[in-house]
């Protein structure tokens, strides 16, 4: 058990749809990063916040969006969804996003869009 | 950009054999973390190992251990005296060792797919 958790474990939905993936790091963690586990695409970077502040962006795409708020949770909010969003989305955390720490990953969102 | 390859898709090994799995990065950075992660079929991602760059001494955690070639951006993982729970796919992946921005985030391979036979 890494300490991060995320809900729901798994979801599944319709297209058009929107959603909402949530994290809570592990204690003490500052940072928190989302990723996407796709089969074409395999594992990409999403997002990252520190401290509540959006610090880093990959290959996120508009329709997403993601929030850190003061109790350090995040959330990941994925909107007008497509087939092609149906992936187990990640979610790590690590005690300040510095070049230095290891991320920890929670156990994934397994979302199907249908 | 960087960019990390695992060539070998599958692999399969003896339950108490050794068996090591290669990963290769292309990266003009000097300072770099490397890593190699597991996930087994409950899909969880689990730090196996870490290497630092600037390190020349392989990185060693118990079973697992790592033969790290700077100069060839090699980057493989050895798995002594396998067991049945060492079945997973397991991810090389590649952080650069710069502060802030995009360059915290973690650069996968494709994965290898070990099987343990009993």
């Known amino acids: 058990d890494s300490g991060v958790t995320q809900t729901p474990k798994h979801l599944i939905t319709a297209t058009g749809q929107r959603v909402t993936l949530r994290c809570s790091p592990r204690?003490?963690?500052?940072?928190v990063y989302w990723y996407q586990q796709s089969l074409d695409q395999g594992l990409q970077f999403l997002i990252q916040y520190y401290n509540g502040e959006e610090r880093a962006k990959g290959n996120i795409l508009e329709r997403f969006s993601a929030q850190q708020f003061p109790d350090l949770h995040s959330e990941l909010n994925l909107s007008s969804l497509e087939l092609g969003d149906s992936a187990l989305y990640f979610c790590?955390?690590?005690?300040?996003?510095?070049?230095?720490?290891?991320?920890?990953f929670g156990p994934g969102t397994r979302l199907t869009v249908l | 950009a960087q960019t990390v390859t695992q060539s070998q898709p599958e692999m399969s090994v003896q339950e108490a054999e050794t068996v090591t799995l290669s990963c290769t990065y292309d990266?003009?950075?000097?300072?770099?973390?490397l890593f190699w992660y597991k996930q087994p079929p409950s899909r969880q991602m689990i730090l196996v190992i870490r290497q630092e760059a600037y390190k020349q001494q392989n990185a060693t955690e118990n079973r697992f251990s790592v033969n790290f070639q700077k100069a060839a951006k090699s980057f493989s993982l050895k798995i002594s005296d396998s067991q049945l729970g060492d079945a997973a796919m397991y991810f090389c992946?590649?952080?650069?060792?710069?502060?802030?921005?995009?360059?915290?985030?973690?650069?996968f391979g494709t994965g290898t797919l070990l099987a343990v036979q009993p």
């Open positions: 790590a955390s690590s005690v300040e996003g510095a070049y230095t720490d290891t991320q920890y």
């Open positions: 992946a590649y952080r650069s060792d710069l502060y802030g921005g995009a360059t915290n985030k973690l650069i």
């Open positions: 990266t003009s950075e000097s300072d770099y973390y």
């Open positions: 204690s003490g963690d500052l940072s």
